[in-house]
Antibody, heavy 120, light 110 residues
Framework: VQVVESGGGLVQPGRSLKLSCVASGFGFDAYAMHWVRQVPGKGLEWVSGINWNSETTRYADSVKGRFSISRDNTKDSLYLQMNGLRGDDTALYYC??????????????WGRGTAVTVSS | QSVLTQPPSASGTPGQRVTISCSGSKSNIGTNYVHWYQQTPGTAPQLLIYRNKQRPSGVPDRFSASKSGTSASLAISGLRSEDEADYYCAAWDDSLRAAVFGGGTKVTVL
């Protein structure tokens, strides 16, 4: 049972990047999924969440209008399309599984994260 | 500035009891469940407590939590060296329509 993130890297300000998270060992389509980020040495910041069937998506104010979350239940995969990247988006991005199909429950499975650095 | 407020640090000697507070508002803690996460250095966060006071399997009963009104607390009894970590409270916020975290509390075992 795990989730594994990929797609991070170094990107210039204003450019785009797409993160992926592949799940294994559990019924992916039964759970809400989230992205949470952490600047090294700082606290956790929830970025975005999506319910089990993609009908409901939510975003932190800091990324609203720039980031887009999506999922493909046929591929057991979660995505985060990040546009208009800024320096303060630099962080380690974690994929996290919700406890249930709804967004408001706890995150009970976390990946190891993928690092995003926004710099010229 | 985090939506949920935690003390930045807490400490105790082995065997002691340490408590961490988490203060919020009606739209988050006052209405929804509180969850707690533990993060040891260099690792991903792990769920420690969910739905105010429930422990996932494998979490020792030395960890307990409670909620009252718009505040919550986490207690670690019989403190052990391996409990040195950062602890975060979290909840869903109905006004923001977002999950919110506390700023984290670093627990040091003296």
């Amino acid at each position: 049972v795990q989730v594994v993130e990929s797609g991070g890297g170094l990107v210039q300000p204003g450019r785009s990047l797409k993160l992926s998270c592949v799940a294994s060992g559990f019924g992916f389509d039964a759970y809400a999924m989230h992205w949470v980020r952490q600047v090294p040495g700082k606290g956790l910041e929830w970025v975005s969440g999506i319910n089990w069937n993609s009908e409901t998506t939510r975003y932190a104010d800091s990324v609203k209008g720039r980031f887009s979350i999506s999922r493909d239940n046929t591929k057991d995969s979660l995505y985060l399309q990040m546009n208009g990247l800024r320096g303060d988006d630099t962080a380690l991005y974690y994929c996290a599984r919700g406890e249930t199909a709804v967004l408001s429950d706890a995150f009970n499975l976390w990946g190891r994260g993928t690092a995003v650095t926004v710099s010229s | 500035q985090s939506v949920l407020t935690q003390p930045p640090s807490a400490s105790g000697t082995p065997g002691q009891r340490v408590t961490i507070s988490c203060s919020g508002s009606k739209s988050n803690i006052g209405t929804n469940y509180v969850h707690w996460y533990q993060q040891t250095p260099g690792t991903a966060p792990q769920l420690l407590i969910y739905r105010n006071k429930q422990r996932p399997s494998g979490v020792p009963d030395r960890f307990s939590a409670s909620k009252s009104g718009t505040s919550a607390s986490l207690a670690i009894s019989g403190l052990r060296s391996e409990d040195e970590a950062d602890y975060y409270c979290a909840a869903w916020d109905d006004s923001l329509r977002a999950a919110v975290f506390g700023g984290g509390t670093k627990v040091t075992v003296l």
